[in-house]
């Protein structure tokens, strides 16, 4: 018959036992017997629930994932025409975004003849970036990409 190292319900160690020793303690506790590592030498054998245990390892998995993708790029777009309101909106979004830790990606976008003065584009950008410098640092300053001017801030930690 073969031997395994028991571990009780509440973590004690219960010592070497039979495979059918520790079923009937498992049993009568009413709960699982799981193997925990069937490499070591005697195999290492835990009464527990396992639906319970499955369960709670299933919470804890998913409150990884969260913390994982709590970081995402948020984009905002822009035109060199926009007005002292809409600024001041879209720049207290950029605020918010960056304190929830996200990224955020500015795009100033040309239409026709505004292509000519991109200097209003980065004006806009670098007003931007001034407003707000105490919650994040810029990642990629304010470059042209085809008819948008983009430029990339990184949340302060």
Request: net charge positive; no cysteine.
């Amino acid at each position: 018959m073969r031997e395994v190292r028991l571990i009780g319900p509440e973590g004690e160690q219960i010592g070497v036992v039979a495979t059918a020793e520790a079923l009937e303690k498992a049993r009568a506790a009413a709960l699982d017997l799981v193997e925990v590592a069937s490499q070591a030498n005697p195999p290492v054998v835990k009464i527990m629930d396992y639906g319970r245990f499955k369960y709670e390892q299933r919470k804890r998995d998913r409150a990884a994932q969260k913390k994982a993708r709590s970081s995402e790029i948020k984009r905002i777009r822009l035109t060199p025409k926009i007005g002292a309101h809409d600024f001041q909106t879209k720049s207290k979004m950029i605020y918010v975004f960056l304190e929830e830790g996200h990224k955020v990606k500015i795009e100033m976008w040309f239409r026709g003849r505004e292509n000519a003065h991109p200097e209003l584009g980065r004006l806009i950008l670098d007003r931007l970036a001034e407003y707000v410098a105490e919650v994040a640092a810029v990642d990629r300053p304010p470059m042209m990409e085809g008819r948008n001017m983009v430029m990339v801030l990184n949340p302060k930690k």
